[in-house]
């Protein structure tokens, strides 16, 4: 039984067949007649932006929120190029998206007609595939490949580009059973004689160390679940990327917190001096390694990762395993298990001690103030008021992801959304809102800077008019934290450029998006202005005013090893002093 | 709290480890990556390789004898962990169906090479003889020129190249190049 249908019609029917429910785009000249069929139904929900850069980070915020692929749907030229941001920042945090952009007729292509652009050729470096749809009959079956390719393997964003009169012409619908099977399968399963080599090395670990990232959150709630069991079975100390937060809970007791350039002491610590090393679906970033040279030295490596190049790029690894991190959890299990395996009691016991000296540092303290809100404070409090609730997180990027990071505690996967490969600021505001689309009755808190805040603000017209409630937390320290930060320690406190002059009145650009705005400037009311924000039933823009000068630690300045960390700024904090070497 | 102190020039005012260069020794290899013939491959395995920063010394690209299909021969440098990466990277391309490494493999390769050597009538003779010896074809003849085609692996070729550089080249193509396994 065949079925005749426009191009346009095929857009829309492909992506019910996929299971889509919400599209974040913006229309223009070269998607009209997709747009149309977006009208004439109400299937799909069609969530208008105000930038297609926001478009994409709403998709992403979808996406990592879910689990399923988030969609977004822009025009050709201007709208295609500003989508780059966003797919090359999928393509770095893994993250699987589909976009769908108008192009200008096939017989156009190559005369530099209006709104013209080479959209394959600009995504092709940010995407994980992209293709160029020429014929009308082709279109459904590279849209279900599409779908195939961003959820398979390691994800990653596809883009699909459309021709306007490959919207208006007409052909047979190939249903996505029907599709062409692409060769693409990437291989998921773990090789059971690596993975018997890794009981082993965890069987003799004196001082082991599981060191997981985004990939387990990547690979569904049932590997966050097995890799609980896993630390539950062995007792191993568990770290974690800035990527993979939430897939082991931070209220577990083997939980010894972040690692990597802002980092938790014990957790960079436990890194450089385990004996073993297990990571799970992390990626050996140089965010997370320092000085590779110095990388914990002392270790046999195992590396559980889906994407066969992420193995030996960085760091040569003893142990290499392809696959997802589901099924090889599971058959990693199954062999412990059955092997009645057991680990080295007395060393482990040694380690764990070895691992609450160095935890009784108490890295993160910092000076407390009662008459300036300290950024640290100011997320202890939000995580104190927000606990227990059901409550997701966005961020910009700067010292605030990173405090974030460091105060905030994730009891479970896909809470977490922050742009961490490309550090994008302003992928936070859009992210929240693509997560409160998804989950329309949770709390959705963007921890925001207000330098990145303002680089995609207009998505809060979006806020407003699909009422998503989003919380936009902004620490307003009224300068590029994290710029201001560096030029402080390494570049002899001459801050170029990094002052946000000129600010806004965030209260009343709250006002002006008809929003709510609340201003906190003082530690005794920040509580009451915190319940504010989580009690209204709406957007709020929340401009908290910290500390201007303060610096996010531990640190450890790049290019150093993981027993390097600045400690803190101020000496006397910490007895062990400023500079732990 | 007061900067850090670190010396103007130092490597760590970097937000990145600056490392020297790999200091392991480079090595000339051939892979053959078979890919699916649709649009965009070929800029997606050149992106690759620009936008990772791995040589191309030589690449050929023609259609195998499934006409679905196309095998890429290309020449590459670089010490082993760069060349055990740029295998991972092309073999993650979802339209690269298959990459062989020859490191190992026995295989037959082979380039052809269109040389324009100046000549004269005291150098003609010599010319066309050293041609003769290695199988080469002259292909055209021009009063002050000729052109030859050699075909044959690396050594035969650069070998000829050598001794008709003594006449003066006055142009030369190559196409790269190509490659099979023997078995
Ligand atoms: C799009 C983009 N441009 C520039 C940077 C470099 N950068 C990283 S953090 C930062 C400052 C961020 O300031 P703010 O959002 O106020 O956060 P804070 O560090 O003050 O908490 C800058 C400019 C970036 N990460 N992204
Ligand atoms: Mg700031």
Redesign the pocket.
């Known amino acids: 039984m065949s079925k005749q249908m426009t191009g346009a019609q095929m857009v829309i029917q492909a992506l019910k067949d996929q299971g889509v429910e919400i599209v974040f785009g913006y229309p223009g000249g070269a998607v009209l007649p997709i747009y149309d069929e977006i009208f004439q139904q109400n299937d799909i929900r069609h969530v208008l932006v105000r930038h297609e850069q926001g478009a994409v980070h709403m998709a992403e915020g979808y996406a990592r929120s879910t689990g399923k692929p988030g969609v977004a749907l822009v025009t050709s030229g201007p709208g295609a190029t500003n989508a780059v941001t966003g797919l090359t920042d999928a393509l770095m945090d893994s993250i699987p998206i589909v976009v769908l952009t108008g192009q200008v007729p096939t017989f156009m292509i190559g005369t530099d007609g209006f709104q013209e652009a080479d959209t394959v050729g600009i995504t092709r470096p940010c995407t994980k595939m992209n293709w160029l749809v020429k014929d009308t009959a082709n279109l459904a079956d590279t849209i279900h490949q599409a779908f195939h390719v961003a959820t398979h393997g390691r994800p990653g964003p596809v883009l699909i580009d459309i021709p306007k009169d490959v919207q208006f012409a007409t052909a047979e619908y190939v249903p996505a059973e029907k599709a062409k099977i692409s060769h693409y399968q990437p291989r998921t399963a773990g090789d059971p004689a690596q993975i018997a080599r890794l009981v082993e090395l965890m069987e003799s670990a004196e001082r082991p160390i599981i060191y997981s990232g985004g990939g387990v959150i990547n690979s569904g709630p049932r590997a966050s679940q097995l890799l609980r069991e896993l630390v539950a079975e062995t007792n191993f100390p568990i770290t974690s990327t800035l990527m993979g937060l939430g897939s082991y809970p931070a209220s577990g007791k083997n939980w010894v917190g972040m690692l990597g350039m802002h980092g938790l002491y014990e957790a960079n610590l436990a890194m450089h001096g385990c004996d073993v090393m297990i990571n799970i679906g992390a990626r050996f970033d140089d965010r997370i390694t320092g000085r590779v040279k110095d990388f914990s030295p002392k270790s046999k490596k195992a590396h559980i990762d889906i994407d066969p190049s992420s193995i030996n790029k960085v760091i040569r690894v003893d142990v290499p395993i392809v696959g997802d991190v589901t099924e090889v959890l599971e058959e990693l299990l199954r062999q412990w298990r059955a092997r009645g395996s057991k680990t080295d009691q007395r060393g482990l016991s040694q380690w764990w001690k070895q691992i609450d000296e160095w935890r009784a540092v108490k890295c993160l303290t910092y000076k407390p103030s009662t008459t300036t809100i300290k950024p640290q404070y100011a997320l202890e409090r939000l995580e104190a008021l927000t606990k227990g609730m059901d409550r997701y997180i966005t961020t910009?990027?700067?010292?605030?992801q990173m405090w974030a990071a460091q105060y905030l505690g994730f009891e479970d996967p896909n809470r977490w959304m922050t742009s961490g490969g490309l550090?994008?600021?302003?992928y936070g505001l859009p992210a929240s809102i693509g997560v409160q689309v998804a989950h329309p009755e949770s709390l959705v808190i963007n921890v925001?800077?207000?330098?990145?805040?303002l680089?995609n603000m207009q998505e809060m017209g979006t806020a407003m008019q699909f009422r998503a409630p989003v919380k936009q937390f902004i620490?307003n320290?009224e300068?590029?934290?994290?710029?201001r930060q560096w030029q402080e320690l390494l570049h002899g406190e001459r801050y170029s450029s990094s002052w946000?002059e000129s600010l806004p009145d965030f209260v009343k650009l709250a006002e002006a998006f008809g929003c709510k705005g609340i201003k906190c400037s003082d530690p005794k009311d920040l509580d009451d202005a915190i319940m504010e924000m989580i009690r209204y039933d709406g957007p709020v823009i929340f401009d908290c005013l910290v500390e201007k000068h303060e610096n996010c630690f531990p640190m450890i300045p790049s290019g150093k090893p993981h027993n390097e960390m600045l400690l803190s700024a101020d000496a006397d904090a910490f007895k062990s002093g400023a500079v732990l070497v | 709290m007061s900067a850090l102190n670190i010396k103007k020039g130092s490597t760590s005012h970097s937000a990145y480890d600056l490392r020297s260069g790999s200091t392991e020794i480079e090595e000339s290899h051939t892979l053959a990556v078979i890919v699916e013939n649709e649009p965009g491959v070929l800029a997606r395995v050149i992106g690759l390789f620009s936008g990772r920063g791995y040589n191309i010394d030589t690449l050929n690209v023609g259609p195998t004898h499934d006409p679905k299909m196309s095998r890429m021969t290309i020449v590459t440098r670089g010490d082993d962990s760069t060349i055990e990466q740029i295998v991972k990277q092309l073999n993650k391309l979802v339209n690269v169906l298959e990459v062989q490494d020859f490191r190992d493999a026995d295989y037959v390769d082979r380039e052809l090479v269109l040389v324009k050597v100046k000549v004269d009538s005291k150098t003609r003779a010599e010319v066309m003889q050293i041609t003769d010896i290695f199988r080469a074809k002259i292909v055209d003849v021009q009063p002050t020129s000729l052109t030859i085609e050699i075909t044959g692996n690396e050594s035969k070729v650069e070998k000829f190249l050598e001794l008709m550089s003594n006449f003066g080249v006055a142009g030369l193509t190559r196409t790269g190049k190509v490659a099979l396994p023997r078995k």
Do not use: F, I, Y
Request: a negative charge; proline letters at 0%; hydrophobic letters at 40%.
């Open positions: 910009e990027v700067g010292q605030h550090g994008t600021m302003g925001a800077g207000e330098a990145s805040w680089m620490l320290n300068r590029l934290g994290m710029v946000s």
